[in-house]
């Protein structure tokens, strides 16, 4: 299991790109001026880097409650992605609404949006991620010898 500074970096990386990302984009895409989307980016973004630490803790825990390990084929990959933008999702809703005086439906088809960004972007993240900084191997443990050696 990663370690909590291995945490640490996951989710500041993971935020900083996303943010780098979604700014330019969502302004591009939905209209917006680059500061607003900015501001929303960067205030979703804190409350997600809080809620990718806890959400990645408790996957993680239930892979190995469950599977005995950590390591995600690509089906649990989607999961694990759909699952943590469907959290995102429930808090970020009413805040854009909000915030960009848009009606709730409106706020949904922009999150629904930026969720399937974001579904798509957490993929390949932890994906890359994985890559570039593996779970490390347990190391073997040797038994020891049997004082019972014949000679």
């Known amino acids: 299991m990663r370690g909590t500074l291995d945490r640490i970096r996951h989710t500041v990386g993971f ?7 979604f700014a330019p ?3 591009w895409v939905f209209g917006y001026e680059l500061h607003q989307m900015g501001i929303i980016g960067a205030v979703a973004s804190l409350i997600a880097a809080i ?11 239930a892979m190995v409650r469950f599977t005995g390990q950590v390591r995600k ?3 649990i990959r989607v999961l694990h992605a759909l ?5 995102l999702l429930i808090v970020f809703l009413p805040s854009v609404a909000w915030y960009l005086k848009i009606s709730l439906l409106d706020a949904l ?9 974001y579904v798509v972007y957490a993929f ?3 994906w890359l991620y994985d890559i570039v ?3 490390p191997e347990r190391e073997a443990v040797e038994c020891p010898q049997s004082s019972a050696q014949s000679s």
């Open 124 to 126: 390949v993240y932890n």
């Open 25 to 27: 984009l969502g302004s």
């Open 109 to 117: 088809i922009m999150d629904l949006a930026v969720a399937a960004f």
């Open 73 to 75: 084929s690509p089906r």
């Open 133 to 135: 900084f593996p779970i």
């Open 15 to 21: 935020e900083v790109f996303g943010l780098a990302i």
């Open 51 to 61: 809620w990718n630490y806890i959400y990645n803790l408790m996957f993680d825990r």
């Open 83 to 87: 699952l943590f933008e469907l959290g």
